[in-house]
C-alpha cells in the first residue's frame, strides 16, 4: 500500500518548484517535507527527484506523479457519493497545461461557467502547443492541450478543433520593409516575432510559403507582449484570429499576405482513469470549442 502523504510531498515540491513552496502548501516545514521525500527514495529504493532548481521527477519520480493526479480525481468522485469522506470540504484542483494563445483567447469563456458549477480550481501550466504533452508525459498534469494527436500511454485524444493564425505586422513595418509590396520571398528577410525557442510556426509559415532556412526574429515569451511588439513595429507575427478581430478593423495591424493564413490542430489529452469530473470536462470542451476554433481540414 501507498503512504499518500510521502506521495503528496513529491507532488507538491514538483508542482510548486521547489521544497519550500511545497511544504507551504502542505502545511509543513521545508524539513518535514525533505524527510518525506528522503523516506519514500528509501522505500523504493532510488531517487525520484532530481535536486535541481527547480526540482525535476525522476522515472519512477514520474510514474508516481502520474498515479497522484489520477488518484485525486478518483478520489473527488468517491467522496461525491460519500461526503463524510472529504474531511477538508476543499474544492478539487485540475492541473492543466495549455498554450499561452489559448489561454489568451477562447479558454477563460469555455470553462468558467462549468468550474463555477463543480467549484472546480485550476492549476494552469503554460506551455508551447507543441511541447505540452511532456507534461502529460512526466506526470506534471491530469490534463493537456496540444498539437499533437498521439496521445501517451494511458491517457485519450479528442480534436477540439484548430486556432486560426494570421501573419500581422504594423502599417509602419511593412512601408518600412515592403515598399515596393509584400512577397513571400521577402518575408523572411524581415525580422519576426517568435513566442519561444519551442515555438516552430513561424518556420513552418514560410515553408509553406516555399522558403526554407533562418530567419531573423525576436523571442518574447507573452502572448500579451508578442501582440505589443507586433503593434510597435518591432516584426511581423503569426496572431490568433481571435485576438486582432479589433485591431485589424482599426487598420492598427494589417495581413502581411491575405488568404494565407495557418490552422493548428488542438487536442484535448485527458487521463483514461481520470473520473468523472475529466469525463465531464472533456464533453464540455467537445460541446463549447466549436465557437472559437475552426474545423480542421
Known amino acids: 500500500m501507498f ?13 510548486q ?8 502548501v502542505l502545511g509543513v516545514s ?14 523504493i529504493g532510488q531517487p525520484v527527484l532530481v535536486r535541481a532548481t527547480p ?11 502520474n498515479h497522484v493526479q489520477q488518484v485525486r480525481l478518483l478520489e473527488r468522485d468517491l467522496q461525491s457519493q460519500v461526503p463524510a469522506l472529504d474531511e477538508e470540504g476543499m474544492p478539487e484542483r485540475l492541473r492543466i497545461a495549455l ?5 489568451a483567447t477562447w479558454w477563460a469563456e469555455a470553462v468558467s461557467d462549468f468550474c463555477a458549477e463543480q467549484h472546480l480550481l485550476l492549476d494552469l501550466v503554460v506551455e508551447d502547443q507543441t511541447v505540452g504533452l511532456k507534461r502529460m508525459r512526466a506526470g506534471e498534469v491530469a490534463a493537456c492541450i496540444c498539437a499533437s494527436e498521439r496521445p ?26 515592403f515598399p515596393g509590396g509584400v512577397r513571400a520571398d521577402l518575408v523572411a528577410r524581415t525580422p519576426a516575432l517568435v513566442f519561444g525557442p519551442d515555438d516552430f510556426l513561424q518556420h513552418r509559415y514560410l515553408a509553406s510559403l516555399g522558403v526554407e532556412g533562418g530567419f531573423e526574429h525576436h523571442l518574447c515569451p507573452s502572448s500579451e507582449g508578442f501582440m505589443r511588439l507586433v503593434e510597435a513595429g518591432l516584426g511581423w507575427g503569426l496572431v490568433p484570429e481571435l485576438q486582432v478581430h479589433d485591431q485589424l478593423e482599426r487598420g492598427v495591424l ?33 460541446r463549447a470549442t466549436g465557437q472559437w476554433l475552426v474545423p480542421l481540414e
Open 3 to 15: 503512504d499518500y502523504k510521502l506521495l503528496a510531498a513529491l507532488a507538491a515540491v514538483v508542482e
Open 17 to 24: 518548484a521547489g521544497f519550500e513552496r511545497g511544504a507551504q
Open 30 to 43: 521545508q524539513s518535514a517535507i525533505s524527510q518525506r521525500i528522503k523516506l519514500l527514495e528509501a522505500r
Open 55 to 65: 526540482p525535476t521527477p525522476t522515472d519512477i519520480g514520474r510514474r508516481l506523479l
Open 99 to 103: 498554450n499561452a494563445d489559448s489561454l
Open 152 to 177: 501517451v500511454a494511458g491517457a485519450r485524444s479528442l480534436l477540439l478543433g484548430a486556432m486560426r493564425y494570421r501573419a500581422l505586422a504594423s502599417p509602419a513595418f511593412i512601408a518600412r520593409h
Open 254 to 286: 494589417v495581413e502581411l499576405l491575405p488568404d494565407k493564413p495557418i490552422d493548428v490542430p488542438l487536442y484535448w489529452h485527458h487521463w483514461r482513469s481520470g473520473g468523472q469530473l475529466l469525463g465531464m470536462l472533456t464533453e464540455h470542451l467537445a
